[in-house]
């Protein structure tokens, strides 16, 4: 069953709230992503987390604040955000780093956000 | 580091035609390539990929090609029907936890 699951769904946030995107997995898998995407776009990696440890940071505003609590958890906080961060925020997550050729990875469905 | 062309951009297509989408990339050292589907309101769903050391896979009414040599791949959609209408990305990756999009394809079936 492959299956990464996030919520919400749908947030709206003003600019001086702080609230956080959660998401899990429960295939086993040792890496877990956040990829941001604007409409018609493809996904934009933002985070990788390898075995619970951050290892790739796309040079993100410190307003998104990543979180991996366990190997099925991931989360996003999010603070002081602006609207042009309204956008889809997707969680994937793959077998992780050591998977050799091709780590396949599994996208959630997305939250959709919106910073007003 | 690598770079993913794909084209067309938009394609539209007579329902129980043929779709080809294509994908260059630049990196010789990129041995995967996944291509997702994105419904309107929807992550993208991995609908099929393929490894460096295989040149064509086939799922019923999908195909992908790999060409080495060329540092091309193509997604090859036989039979549309409505329901294949959606956004389409292909991806490279040279391994590990990095993975390269191209700029994605609309694909409308037209009934």
């Known amino acids: 069953d492959t299956e990464v699951t996030q919520t919400p769904k749908h947030l709206v946030m003003g600019m001086t709230n702080k609230k956080s995107l959660k998401c899990e997995q429960h295939?086993?898998?040792?890496?877990m992503y956040w990829y941001k995407q604007k409409a018609k776009k493809p996904p934009e990696l933002m985070f990788v987390?390898?075995?619970?440890?951050?290892?790739i940071n796309e040079s993100v505003p410190s307003r998104f604040s990543p979180e991996c609590p366990n190997s099925s958890l991931l989360n996003l906080h999010l603070h002081a955000l602006q609207p042009e961060d309204s956008a889809l925020y997707l969680c994937?997550?793959?077998?992780?780093?050591?998977?050799?050729?091709?780590?396949?990875?599994?996208f959630g469905e997305g939250s959709w956000l919106t910073v007003v | 580091g690598e770079n993913v062309e794909q084209h067309p951009s938009t394609l539209s297509v007579q329902e129980g035609d043929s779709a080809v989408i294509k994908c260059t990339y630049s990196d010789s050292a990129s041995n995967y390539f996944p291509w997702y589907k994105q419904e309107l309101g929807k992550g993208p769903q991995l609908i099929i990929d393929?490894?460096?050391?295989?040149g064509e896979k086939k799922d019923q009414r999908i195909a992908v090609t790999l060409n080495k040599t060329a540092k091309h791949f193509s997604l090859h959609i036989t039979e549309t029907q409505p329901e294949d209408s959606a956004v389409y990305f292909c991806a490279a990756s040279i391994g590990g936890n990095q993975f390269y999009f191209g700029t994605g394809t609309s694909l409308t079936v037209i009934p």
């Open positions: 994937a997550s793959s077998q992780g780093p050591q998977g050799g050729s091709g780590n396949t990875i599994y």
């Open positions: 393929i490894r460096s050391n295989v």
């Open positions: 987390y390898s075995y619970e440890k951050l290892s």
């Open positions: 295939m086993g898998h040792r890496a």
